[in-house]
């Protein structure tokens, strides 16, 4: 099991009308996390980077939510959650109204590069 305070998340998905492939880094409490579009039609190729603040963590054994806490309104936070099994991420969804993702499927993976070793607790 991982610790969800001081891992990096990285999670890479499609925009819902395919116009732009996401990364989503996740960087531990206290950092800031961003979100990389990678544009695939008009620009191909060319990058944009935006910061999505800090998250809120919630985990209650099995189950995974990273909120925004500069989030008003609940309904439009950004918000990724997921299921854990070990130290395996299965179901992420990923939500962020600027990039059009609502509750939109995205692969996430641990960056082992950024992170500090596992505890094994």
Known sequence: ????????????????????????????????????????????????????????RHFDGMNLEYVSMSASDPERATKLTAMLHGDKIMNARFTHMNSGM??????????DFFSPPHSGH
């Open 1 to 56: 099991m991982f610790n969800i305070l001081t891992t990096v998340l990285i999670c890479t998905g499609l925009t819902p009308d395919g116009s732009s492939q996401l990364e989503i880094e996740i960087r531990p409490a206290g950092k800031f996390s961003v979100i990389t579009y990678e544009y695939l039609r008009n620009w191909p190729g060319t990058t944009y980077q935006q910061t999505l603040g800090h998250f809120n």
């Open 102 to 111: 609502k509750n939109s499927p995205v692969d996430c993976e641990i960056d």
